[in-house]
T-cell receptor
C-alpha cells in the first residue's frame, strides 16, 4: 500500500545517456513534485504539477523534462546526463498546493 | 537572496531531555512553515505545519513555534528517545508562490 512510489530505486548510467524515473501516487492528490537532493542533503524543488498542469519550473536545465500523463503519475526524463546530475531525486505529492507533502523513497542516480 | 539556516552541525542529546532545533530565515516572508523528518536512505516525512498567524503548534511530544519578527522557528521534541534520531528539515512557503524552500537540515542523535 505504498502511497508514493518511484522506480527505479537506483540508477547507474554513463554520461550522455538518456534516462527516466517514474513516480506514482495512490493518495488521490492533485499536486505532485520533483525534488533533487544533492550530496550535502540540500533538497531543492525542480517541478510542480497541479491537476496535470505545470505550476513550478525552477531554473532546471531543459535536459530535464517532466511528464504527467494523469494526476496519479509524474515522470522525469533526463537527456544527455552529466556528472553533476548525480543526486537523489524525490517525488512527492500533496492534496493541494501549499499543504503537507508525501515523499517517495527516492531514486539515487549515479552518472559515471 | 533568500536564505534558510538550520544548525549545520549535529545535535547530540541525552535520552529523556528536550531537543530544540532552530530554523532561521532571511530575505523571505513565509506564510507557512513545515517540519519534516528524514531517515538515512528514505524520503522526508511530514511532521507539523504552522501558519504565520499561529505562534505555536503541538502534536504529541512535538512543538513548533513561529516568530515572524525574529524570523525564526523552533522545533522541540520533549522526552526524546533514541528512535527520534534523524535529520530534521524545515521548509518555508510564501503565499502565492506554490512552493516550499527547504533548509539544509539538522542531524539529531539521541543517546541512550
Amino acid at each position: 500500500d505504498t502511497a508514493v512510489s518511484q522506480t527505479p530505486k537506483y540508477l547507474v548510467t554513463q554520461m550522455g545517456n538518456d534516462k527516466s524515473i517514474k513516480c506514482e501516487q495512490n493518495l488521490g492528490h492533485d499536486t505532485m513534485y520533483w525534488y533533487k537532493q544533492d550530496s550535502k542533503k540540500f533538497l531543492k524543488i525542480m517541478f510542480s504539477y497541479n491537476n496535470k498542469e505545470l505550476i513550478i519550473n525552477e531554473t532546471v536545465p531543459n535536459r530535464f523534462s517532466p511528464k504527467s500523463p494523469d494526476k496519479a503519475h509524474l515522470n522525469l526524463h533526463i537527456n544527455s546526463l552529466e556528472l553533476g546530475d548525480s543526486a537523489v531525486y524525490f517525488c512527492a505529492s500533496s492534496p493541494r498546493l501549499i499543504d503537507e507533502q508525501f515523499f517517495g523513497p527516492g531514486t539515487r542516480l549515479t552518472v559515471l | 537572496s533568500q536564505k534558510i539556516e538550520q544548525n549545520s552541525e549535529a545535535l547530540n542529546i541525552q535520552e529523556g531531555k528536550t531537543a530544540t532545533l532552530t530554523c532561521n530565515y532571511t530575505n523571505y516572508s513565509p506564510a507557512y512553515l513545515q517540519w519534516y523528518r528524514q531517515d538515512p536512505g528514505r524520503g522526508p516525512v511530514f511532521l507539523l505545519l504552522i501558519r504565520e498567524n499561529e505562534k505555536e503548534k503541538r502534536k504529541e511530544r512535538l512543538k513548533v513555534t513561529f516568530d515572524t519578527t525574529l524570523k525564526q522557528s523552533l522545533f522541540h521534541i520533549t522526552a526524546s528517545q533514541p528512535a527520534d534520531s534523524a535529520t530534521y528539515l524545515c521548509a518555508l512557503g510564501a503565499s502565492g508562490t506554490y512552493k516550499y524552500i527547504f533548509g539544509t537540515g539538522t542531524r539529531l542523535k539521541v543517546l541512550a
